[in-house]
């Protein structure tokens, strides 16, 4: 488990940063005194941000004030709170009680929810593990109900005071202590305590992985036993690389597929194992596959945006596919971010008349970001002006303040339950590549991951028709090519139900899949992956818009991966098959600049 620990710099460095920052603001300032306070506020909220690991404590105490503030002048909901607190404090004590009488067959007095897997043991059963974990649970579920509801309460203030009361008591779950774990205690006395000795082992590893963290984990590498799908570099600027593959088949579609990865993480998410790697199977089908590898940012990158990322990076990347194979039409697929990405990109195009994309896919990627899931609790004016302070001073996000997010948010698996298991149990799970590419991580330019925060997550002007490219507002509604969009039913970053809202705000067919599994492993989903299953939705454009929670109860539900749908669909959408093209095209200008995964790839 990577720890969100904030590399020390020299002095030296510290004083460059200084120096320059300084000089930088001077320039352009309009008042030398005036602009002199502000840079001294930036360097004091960056300060603040490493002790906090980049939240916002503003944001947090305006969160718990509004929740008190309310609930001191609602007595209705106060007798309410001690009414529930009185009746659970009766259902433990004849849980108790049915216990001293009944023993092990006592049925619980309160389930914990599904998704919570710390009490899964038979040995929790046992007296007195059973009481301390309904205990638990009980008072979760209490805190749960007197945080909802409060009248007057934002519901942006409700979520962060429920989210933050959680992860408080998650850290007093008798799960996550020697003593009151029944598990550990039981590999203790059986182990005779070498599960301590090797967990001990384990914390001292990760603590040194943490002080060094460009150390590389060489378990998993980028052109070694991931990424190594056959191909070569074509084209490469400032922040892409792009990536065209090696046909394996004697025919292929005859538009291209471009797929636009998330800036965040690397884009060999796609390209993993070979039994598990999207870019293989879709190659293997007979498409003629390009993607964008993106550039691991520097501070050199500060001044990026995110209108940059579109131009010098799709629309750069688009120039070059239809150069290189000589299509007028190019299938589009955009995962996570670089769906929305996508998405700005095509609704430009559609405003402009360009009429050279023939399909499009959306996998886990939003467009509407009014519900963005938990995610969102950390979108608000104070946070983001403390994330852009930090931003300010080194030039870009570092990869350990996202990662300590992320965490936050599934903090009971991420957080606690391995830190049971490795350093308690002593139990140590091999790592898989999902796991190191999900430590891969990667950095923010400050003005891209500005733009991006404020005017998607803050201001959601992409679906309200507000966000410009080229300086003229785009609108979703104007994509009325066919589109292919894949939710996945435990997405902490995307929830699938905000995915869903596509189906309204693009005017045109769309077929949806809602897959079983998370953000990443429902997209890693390859044919043979056990536990796999999906519903659809075929919407027919000009049809009456379904209702997400309505056609997810009353669908089909299909075993397996959806990734043959995906590429039966692909066929549909294509015009027939042309003979396999060579890779690369020197005489329109993109010579082969190296083997895939290319060079972006390993940048640190």
């Known amino acids: 488990m990577k720890k969100a620990v904030l590399p020390a710099l020299p002095a030296t460095a510290v004083h460059s940063i200084i120096e320059r920052q300084l000089s930088a603001a001077l320039a352009e300032a309009g008042d030398r005194d005036d602009r002199m306070f502000l840079i001294a506020d930036r360097f004091h909220h960056a300060a603040l941000a490493a002790m906090t690991l980049g939240i916002s404590p503003i944001s947090l105490l305006q969160a718990w004030q509004d929740w008190m503030l309310h609930l001191g002048i609602s007595p209705g909901k106060q007798q309410q709170i001690l009414r529930q607190l009185g009746r659970k404090q009766i259902r433990l004590g004849k849980y108790v009680m049915d216990c001293a009488l009944n023993g092990e067959e006592t049925d619980c007095c309160i389930q914990p929810p599904p998704h919570d897997?710390?009490?899964?043991?038979?040995?929790?059963?046992?007296?007195?593990?059973?009481?301390?974990?309904?205990?638990?649970?009980?008072?979760?579920?209490?805190?749960?109900?007197?945080?909802?509801?409060?009248?007057?309460?934002?519901?942006?203030?409700?979520r962060l005071v429920e989210f933050y009361t959680r992860q408080f008591l998650d850290v007093f779950s008798p799960a996550n202590f020697a003593l009151t774990n029944p598990d550990v205690i039981e590999a203790t006395f059986r182990e005779g305590?070498?599960?301590?000795?090797?967990?001990?082992?384990?914390?001292?590893s990760d603590a040194m992985k943490a002080?060094?963290?460009?150390?590389?984990?060489?378990?998993?590498?980028?052109?070694?036993?991931?990424?190594?799908?056959?191909?070569?570099?074509?084209?490469?600027?400032?922040?892409?690389?792009?990536?065209?593959?090696?046909?394996?088949?004697d025919t292929v579609q005859a538009e291209a597929l471009l797929i636009v990865p998330a800036w965040i993480m690397k884009y060999y998410i796609l390209d993993l194992s070979p039994e598990n790697s999207?870019?293989?199977?879709?190659?293997?089908?007979?498409?003629?596959?390009?993607?964008?590898?993106?550039?691991?940012?520097?501070?050199?990158?500060?001044?990026?945006?995110?209108?940059?990322?579109?131009?010098?990076?799709?629309?750069?990347?688009?120039?070059?596919?239809?150069?290189?194979?000589?299509?007028?039409?190019?299938?589009?697929?955009?995962?996570?971010l670089g769906g929305t990405l996508l998405a700005m990109a095509t609704a430009a195009m559609a405003r402009d008349g360009d009429d050279r994309i023939r399909s499009q896919t959306m996998l886990a990627a939003q467009v509407d970001f009014d519900e963005p899931g938990e995610l969102g609790l950390f979108m608000d004016e104070s946070q983001l002006s403390f994330i852009e302070d930090v931003m300010w001073l080194k030039g870009y996000l570092d990869q350990w303040q996202m990662a300590g997010a992320f965490q936050m948010l599934r903090s009971q698996d991420l957080i606690w339950s391995r830190m049971?298991?490795?350093?308690?149990?002593?139990?140590?799970?091999?790592?898989n590549d999902l796991m190191a590419w999900n430590a891969d991580a990667t950095r923010m330019p400050y003005r891209m991951h500005s733009d991006y925060l404020r005017q998607l997550y803050l201001n959601n002007d992409l679906s309200q028709g507000r966000y410009k490219v080229g300086g003229h507002d785009v609108h979703l509604e104007d994509i009325r090519v066919p589109v292919f969009a894949v939710g996945t039913t435990t997405d902490h970053v995307a929830p699938w139900k905000s995915v869903f809202k596509l189906v309204h705000l693009f005017d045109t067919d769309?077929?949806?899949?809602?897959?079983?599994?998370?953000?990443?492993?429902?997209?890693?989903?390859?044919?043979?992956?056990?536990h796999r299953s999906y519903r659809k939705l075929f919407y027919k454009h000009g049809g009456p818009h379904p209702n997400a929670d309505d056609w997810a109860e009353q669908a089909e539900v299909t075993?397996?991966?959806?990734?043959?749908?995906?590429?039966?669909?692909?066929?549909?959408?294509?015009?027939?098959?042309?003979?396999?093209?060579?890779?690369?095209?020197?005489?329109?200008?993109?010579?082969?600049l190296c083997k895939a995964p290319g060079t972006y790839v390993k940048i640190k």
């Not at 301390?132 to 909802?148: D, K």
């Not at 305590?193 to 001292?204: E, K, Q």
């Not at 809602?514 to 043979?528: Q, R």
Request: net charge negative; proline share 6%.
């Open 278 to 336: 999207l870019i293989r199977y879709l190659v293997a089908q007979g498409f003629t596959v390009f993607c964008i590898s993106w550039i691991n940012p520097d501070e050199s990158h500060r001044d990026v945006s995110l209108e940059d990322y579109i131009d010098r990076g799709v629309m750069t990347a688009l120039d070059a596919v239809e150069a290189i194979t000589g299509s007028e039409k190019i299938h589009a697929a955009g995962y996570c």
């Open 193 to 204: 305590g070498a599960n301590f000795l090797r967990g001990l082992g384990y914390m001292l």
């Open 117 to 158: 897997h710390r009490f899964k043991s038979p040995a929790w059963k046992k007296f007195p593990f059973n009481i301390y974990a309904q205990s638990f649970l009980l008072t979760e579920q209490w805190w749960h109900e007197a945080a909802m509801g409060v009248s007057g309460v934002t519901a942006q203030h409700e």
């Open 559 to 592: 075993d397996g991966s959806w990734w043959p749908q995906w590429s039966d669909w692909l066929t549909r959408q294509s015009s027939g098959t042309v003979p396999a093209r060579a890779v690369g095209n020197p005489e329109r200008g993109y010579p082969l």
């Open 510 to 530: 769309v077929d949806f899949i809602l897959t079983s599994g998370g953000h990443n492993a429902g997209i890693v989903s390859e044919p043979g992956h056990p």
């Open 420 to 431: 049971v298991l490795e350093y308690l149990l002593g139990q140590r799970p091999g790592t």
């Open 211 to 249: 002080a060094q963290p460009q150390q590389e984990d060489t378990a998993f590498k980028p052109g070694v036993n991931v990424a190594i799908t056959p191909g070569e570099v074509v084209y490469r600027n400032d922040i892409i690389e792009l990536i065209q593959y090696t046909p394996t088949t």
